[in-house]
């Protein structure tokens, strides 16, 4: 589900030269907040199920804090051989087009060259062209389909554009 939520935000004064933000990894004790942005996000958001087992699998959960620790936006990557994956990243939607989202990938960039990754690799909604575009600028390139990839409504499909980043 790597696709940066589509639903447009109210605008929030904050923007990454203007707010104070760390990294943290995520905890339990931070996933009824992560939830609260994840289904705000999403119209299939993930389950705390898939978050749990995220974190039990070793997957590398990370938490974008600012201010007085507001969730602006994680993400959830699994490693491979060679390669590293990014199942979920999301920024929150009164944070978005504020730039996070790049501060995400760069995160991302940076922890899996830390695992001797050579590539990322990611799923996008094909409707969700302002996450393709966030990737392109990114580096990111597009290499293929997956047919019926993600749920959508009334029980339709919808298909996903696999990108990838050479690191």
């Known amino acids: ?3 940066l939520a589509p639903a447009p935000a109210a605008p929030c004064p904050a923007t ?13 004790e931070r996933l009824d907040l992560l939830m609260t942005v994840e ?3 999403y119209s299939h958001p993930w389950s705390r199920g898939n978050f749990v087992d995220a974190m039990a699998a070793g ?14 936006g994680y993400f959830v990557a699994m490693r491979g051989v ?8 999301t920024v929150a939607p009164r944070h978005q087009h504020q730039g996070w989202a790049w501060v995400l990938l760069d995160a991302l960039d940076l922890w899996a060259r830390g695992q001797s990754a050579q590539w990322v690799w ?7 062209t302002r996450a393709k575009a966030v990737y ?4 990111y390139r597009s290499v293929g389909v997956r047919k019926d ?19």
């Open 16 to 28: 990454p030269a203007q707010l104070q933000a760390h990294l943290e990894v995520l905890s339990a």
């Open 59 to 72: 997957y590398h959960c990370l938490l974008l804090l600012g201010g007085q620790d507001e969730l602006l």
């Open 149 to 167: 990839y993600y749920p959508a409504t009334q029980g339709q499909r919808e298909d996903a554009v696999v990108m990838s980043l050479a690191l």
């Open 1 to 3: 589900m790597s696709a």
């Open 136 to 139: 392109e600028r990114h580096g």
């Open 82 to 89: 060679d390669e590293v994956h990014l199942l979920n990243i």
């Open 122 to 128: 990611l799923e996008v909604r094909a409707s969700n």
């Open 39 to 41: 289904q705000s996000a």
